[in-house]
Every structure is written in structure tokens, then in C-alpha cells.
């Protein structure tokens, strides 16, 4: 039975997943949060580079600000993205203010940017607001 390695984005336990399970609300074996929540979780910069070292599936990361007009603009795309690509990728959210080191850790020099990670590493990144159907098209791209 094939199955995927999902970090639970709440408590930060790594969990196997069947395949078939992934869109049917699994739920992380610690703490019994969603693991496919369906909408983008705000995230700290531990359990971001945790499951993106880990998942299986492709995380998407929007790093953000609160005082960011374009970043405001794009959170409700972002959110409508997330419940679309339920499934198939995960996507959260991590706040520049609140967590200042991401900057320099992920080498942001702008914002609202959106990072993918796959198989441990970063895959691609893109900077500026984004409408739905944008970033489902670039996730899955």
C-alpha cells in the first residue's frame, strides 16, 4: 500500500499516510489535527522546515506580512488555492514580521513570495500577488 510522509503542520510529528487516506481526513496520530486541512495554516519557521524537509507531497509556502498591501490582496486567492489543491499540495503561510529570520533563511527579498518545496528542497518560487487560478496553475505546473 502505497503512502506519503506528511509533518503535521500543528505539533510537527512526522505521519504515514496512505495514499487513499489523503483526501479523506487523516488526521496526525499525536495531536489529531487535519493533515490535509483544506485551507492554508499559518506556520513557525520550525515546523515549515520540518515538513519541508519531510512531506511527501508538494508544501507551498507564502511568506508574508501583515502590513504588506499586496500580501492582504492575495491572502483570500491564496486561501481559495489551498481548499482547490486539497489533495494534492499543501499550503501555508508563514509571517515575515512575526518570524523575521525567514528573510534570511529562505533568502526573501520581497513580498508576498510563495516558495514550493518538493523532495526536500526548494523547487521554484515566485514573487507578487496572485489570483486562484495563477497559483493552482504554478503549483501544479
Same mark, same amino acid.
Given at each position: 500500500m502505497a503512502s506519503k510522509k506528511l509533518t503535521c503542520l500543528e505539533c510537527g510529528q512526522v505521519n504515514r499516510v496512505p495514499d487513499e487516506r489523503l483526501g479523506a481526513g487523516a488526521k496526525c496520530g499525536t495531536c489529531g489535527a487535519k493533515l490535509m486541512p $483544506?485551507?492554508?495554516?499559518?506556520?513557525?519557521?520550525?515546523?515549515? =522546515?520540518? =515538513?519541508? *524537509?519531510n512531506d511527501d507531497l508538494p508544501l507551498v509556502a507564502d511568506f508574508w506580512a501583515p502590513w504588506c498591501g499586496p500580501c492582504r490582496m492575495m491572502a483570500p486567492? &491564496? =486561501?481559495?488555492?489551498?481548499? !482547490?489543491?486539497? $489533495?494534492?499540495? *499543501?499550503?501555508?503561510?508563514l509571517n515575515t514580521e512575526a518570524h523575521q529570520a525567514? $528573510?534570511?533563511?529562505?533568502?526573501? /527579498?520581497?513580498?508576498? !513570495?510563495?516558495?514550493? &518545496? /518538493? $523532495?526536500? /528542497?526548494?523547487?521554484? *518560487?515566485q514573487s507578487g500577488a496572485m489570483q486562484e487560478a495563477q497559483i493552482v496553475g504554478w503549483v501544479r505546473g
Open positions: $483544506g485551507k492554508a495554516v499559518d506556520v513557525d519557521l520550525a515546523i515549515l =522546515a520540518k =515538513a519541508a *524537509r486567492e &491564496f =486561501a481559495k488555492a489551498a481548499a !482547490t489543491l486539497n $489533495g494534492q499540495a *499543501r499550503l501555508v503561510k525567514a $528573510g534570511a533563511t529562505y533568502g526573501i /527579498r520581497g513580498i508576498p !513570495t510563495m516558495v514550493a &518545496f /518538493r $523532495g526536500g /528542497r526548494e523547487a521554484k *518560487r
